[in-house]
């Protein structure tokens, strides 16, 4: 588990490098699009929800009860199927009769049908906090330094009003274009380590912003979230009971990607100091909720998670 002293904003840049230059990923191409009302590109769809899924339009099998197998439909007679007076061969009491024609059975393999829980889902950059910073209603400025970049506060961060700029920094964790993503995050790191007691009456502001860039379900955006998460628990002894009550909100999606860990068998992972391994970051977040939340806080996680063991009465 990472110190007080890590920061999230500072590994971004190293995690990019990394996939650039070492895994050969290239670097990431900006989808040039806002929602801004100001907007310097395009705007973006409007019918684009933040983690939002589509339907399933392909055909899909459905179970036998009877045979207890998986089998495709059997194709409905349409009138090309159906036979008119006088078309049959055979002969019977009281003149010719009918042949039936039918349809042919699909032949198809039968496979079930893929649950798509990992897929990652829209994420459309429409954040508020976008749409504030390209209007130039947020206090900030990115500085360029000679070893890393850093953000210049035009005001005191102890005298910010925490209950409107800090769901805005919040909502914008889930960015993926620069500078946008490094403003929000390092913004956020600021706000936890300088606000003190005014941490804990946004709890509540502060859950749909972390619940959506949790459901977009995109590695990149869910690993911020969860570092940021467990700063925010640090941050304030009581922010980590505030969070109980919310936990059906921001648990779900931590069981589904609990177990998705890197299997390396026999051999080193040199990227582990990166900390992207989310079942690493998930079983870190647990531990810390359960540490920082008080007498309820392992009870409301076996709930929502069973196979989570605790880490206080071991």
């Not at 197998?69 to 199927?81: E, V």
């Not at 102890?158 to 960015?175: A, M, N, Q, S, V």
């Not at 996680?301 to 196979?307: C, D, N, W």
Request: hydrophobic share 35%; net charge positive.
């Amino acid at each position: 588990m990472a110190g007080a002293g890590y920061s999230v904003s500072g590994s971004l840049f190293k995690t990019a490098y990394n996939d650039a230059k070492i895994a050969a990923k290239g670097w990431r191409k900006d989808a040039r699009e806002t929602g801004s009302c100001f907007d310097r590109t395009v705007s973006v769809d409007p019918r684009g929800r933040p983690g939002g899924h589509d339907l399933m339009t392909e055909e899909i099998p459905y179970y036998d009860t009877g045979r207890g197998i998986l089998k495709w439909k059997d194709p409905k007679k349409t009138p090309d199927h159906f036979t008119r007076k006088g078309d049959g061969a055979a002969r019977g009491y009281g003149g010719t009769t009918m042949a039936r024609t039918f349809a042919k059975k699909d032949t198809r393999p039968v496979k079930p049908a893929k649950a798509r829980a990992f897929k990652a889902r829209p994420n459309p950059p429409n954040t508020e906090f976008r749409r504030f910073y390209e209007r130039g209603d947020l206090p900030i400025a990115v500085e360029h330094l000679g070893s890393k970049n850093s953000i210049v506060w035009k005001v005191d961060v102890e005298k910010l009003d925490y209950h409107h700029y800090l769901p805005i920094f919040f909502d914008g964790i889930r960015e993926e274009e620069q500078p946008y993503q490094f403003l929000a995050v390092k913004g956020v790191e600021d706000m936890l380590a300088a606000g003190g007691q005014k941490v804990l009456p946004v709890i509540p502001q502060l859950i749909i912003p972390i619940k959506t860039a949790l459901n977009t379900r995109i590695p990149s955006v869910m690993e911020i979230t969860l570092k940021l998460l467990q700063s925010l628990v640090r941050s304030n002894n009581l922010v980590g009971e505030a969070l109980v009550p919310y936990y059906r909100q921001i648990l779900p999606v931590f069981n589904i990607f609990r177990n998705k860990n890197i299997n390396t068998g026999d051999q080193i992972d040199y990227g582990q100091q990166y900390r992207k391994c989310l079942g690493d970051l998930i079983q870190e977040t647990l531990e810390m909720f359960e540490e920082y939340g008080g007498p309820d806080a392992f009870i409301n996680i076996k709930y929502m998670m069973p196979t989570y063991e605790s880490i206080l009465n071991a």
